[in-house]
């Protein structure tokens, strides 16, 4: 933040803090963006003023490049406001903001729970390094409430992982009761926010440990692969900060520029995108071929009571789940005729994906409630009149190939 001396007469909106934060170097005689600081070695004068910078290995003053550097904080900086952290740790991929600070808060002997829609490398990375390092993941139903959770934790009992909305089949979570119920248990509650981005503010709802995925609606533009870690409180900011460096934990300035360049127009992005999004998933939510539109932000769709409870706006991805009549290769038929959805994993950037998830519903504490195909949609910033023609399009091909004749209401 340039004015952390001025008085502020009111909150200023998000639009207004993206337009700002992390951009300290404009108040000295500067260019409008940071600086791309790229470096391995940091000289000094003189061995005593080496020695003196080697004891803030903490704080943002490295003595070598694999701390970061001015680069990395200020994009450190954007992330905490967004989320209403107080500290950042800027990480390699998503996937490593998830994995950090799981090391961070686990060790040998120790349990922790993961809710069942949690994001697929999450779990691989569950099942695999942590159970190799002795520690127990025990899946719970992402519906689950504090009682529930309550009745799951152990005396070694050291995280409580959440991921909300799930990224694949979109369960709402009640943060705020699981946190509690983790934290009279003295756990530590993990959270994928990459859903929320700033829509929910973890802080808030009892989450001690924010995770997002940059890659996605950050950058905005699907060339960057980043990852946040975000605390609220010191002795959490520290666990963290000395497990990333433990792990030589490490992002590419460059990557950390683009992605400052992508935050300046995410609100605006996000806006479009919650609007297109949300338009889709009604249209699709009118169509006979669709068995449920799993949107939060859409009235009646499953987890909406409580997204609209903790949540101040949503993302612009979203799964369909189609009629049970329909097979997966019909899904798929109609996914292939698609002419301005490109097929991939990933989201948040300008362009709008598509992806058949059928075979990544992996559920091991309860049945997952659909029959038919499912199909996840990212919404990007094309014209929407266009996106819809081009899926009224995809639902002839799905109707012909599943040799049904569903009349179109
Ligand atoms: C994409 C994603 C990640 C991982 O991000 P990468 O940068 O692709 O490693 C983590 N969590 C969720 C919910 C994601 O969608």
Not at 114 to 125: H, Q
Not at 152 to 178: I, K, W
Not at 245 to 270: F, H
Not at 371 to 386: A, N
Request: proline share 6%.
């Amino acid at each position: 933040m340039p004015d952390d001396q001025a008085p502020r007469n009111r909150p200023q909106a998000l639009a207004t803090r993206l337009s700002h934060a992390g951009r300290a170097g404009t108040r000295v005689r500067g260019f409008v963006n940071p600086p791309l600081l790229r470096g391995s070695t940091m000289l000094y004068p003189s061995c005593e003023e080496r020695q003196a910078a080697g004891a803030t290995r903490l704080d943002q003053a490295p003595n070598y490049g694999v701390m970061g550097n001015a680069t990395h904080h200020a994009l450190e900086d954007v992330i905490a406001e967004i989320e209403g952290g107080t500290r950042c740790q800027i990480v390699s991929s998503g996937l490593a903001a998830v994995t950090t600070p799981l090391l961070a808060y686990l060790k040998s002997g120790d349990h922790c729970l993961v809710p069942d829609s949690v994001y697929g490398p999450t779990r691989a990375f569950c099942d695999g390094l942590l159970t190799r390092l002795g520690i127990e993941t025990t899946y719970y139903r992402a519906d689950i409430d504090a009682a529930g959770i309550a009745a799951m934790m152990r005396p070694n009992t050291a995280v409580l992982y959440l991921e909300s909305p799930g990224s694949h089949t979109f369960e709402v979570q009640d943060v705020p009761g699981l946190a509690g119920a983790a934290h009279a248990r003295g756990a530590k509650v993990l959270m994928d926010n990459t859903w929320g981005i700033h829509f929910f503010q973890p802080f808030r709802h009892g989450v001690d440990v924010s995770i997002q995925a940059l890659t996605k609606y950050v950058v905005g533009h699907s060339d960057v692969l980043l990852g946040s870690v975000t605390t609220a409180a010191d002795e959490d900011w520290k666990r963290v900060r000395l497990t990333a460096l433990a792990l030589g934990q490490y992002a590419s300035p460059d990557d950390c520029w683009l992605a400052l360049r992508g935050v300046r127009t995410m609100s605006v992005r996000l806006q479009h995108q919650m609007r297109s999004g949300l338009a889709v998933a009604e249209w699709f939510a009118g169509r006979p071929e669709v068995a449920g539109v799993l949107h939060p932000a859409l009235p009646g769709a499953p987890g909406h009571d409580l997204w609209r409870r903790d949540f101040t706006g949503a993302c612009s991805l979203f799964g369909v789940v189609f009629q049970p009549e329909f097979s997966n290769a019909a899904a798929c038929a109609m996914v292939d005729s698609l002419e301005l959805f490109g097929i991939g994993a990933s989201w948040g950037g300008f362009e709008s994906l598509v992806l058949p998830t059928t075979g990544h519903v992996v559920r091991t504490a309860g049945a997952w409630d659909y029959d038919g195909p499912l199909v996840r949609f990212h919404i990007g910033l094309e014209d929407i009149g266009d996106l819809i023609a081009d899926l009224d399009r995809g639902l002839a091909v799905l109707r012909a190939h599943s040799g049904l004749r569903v009349q179109p209401g």
